[in-house]
């Protein structure tokens, strides 16, 4: 079952709030954030190139995805992981190549309740108008179509109680 996203931004607050369901459980949600191989299946709209995904899923460690959109035209995110806490919550900085300085931090955390996993997340940009340059970009589109795509990947888990993904 496909459950919808809820993407809140609350007008004056550097914040985005995402909440999503997954009939899944929370292992193989989470390492499909931190496998390099299965984030590049998922990431983004189906209308992107994903290039390149480095993901050193530990404290301190570093992740870039690299991938191309329209015209060939090349972005990257990028950060740094600060708390990871298996099957449980990442904490990491973002940072968009086309927006260079304007560093955020996101919480991410994975719950399993009633037989499914909820992802909530958590973005803290430097500023509003920050976080509304994000919103502009088309991340709305490119987040719900990232977790249609992740919800394929995870459909065999939904009739099996494996944390296995392919």
Do not use: C
Not at 142 to 156: F, H, S
């Amino acid at each position: 079952m496909t459950y919808p996203t809820t993407i809140t931004a609350k007008p004056g607050l550097p914040f985005v709030d995402i909440v999503r369901e997954f009939d899944a459980p929370a292992e193989a949600v989470f390492r499909a954030h931190t496998d390099p191989v299965l984030f590049s299946k998922w990431t983004g709209p189906r209308s992107m190139q994903m290039d390149a995904v480095q993901i050193d899923a530990t404290a301190g460690g570093r992740w870039k995805y690299a991938f191309r959109g329209e015209g060939d035209a090349e972005f990257s995110f990028f950060g740094v992981f600060h708390t990871v806490e298996p099957n449980t919550r990442i904490i990491q900085t973002f940072e968009f190549s086309l927006a260079p300085g304007l560093v955020g931090v996101d919480t991410t955390t994975f719950e399993e309740v009633d037989g499914r996993t909820r992802l909530s997340l958590h973005e803290v940009y430097p500023s509003v108008e920050a976080r509304d340059m994000a919103l502009a970009s088309g991340m709305e589109y490119g987040i719900k179509e990232g977790y249609e795509r992740l919800d394929a990947i995870l459909q065999p888990l939904s009739a099996s109680s494996s944390p296995r993904l392919a």
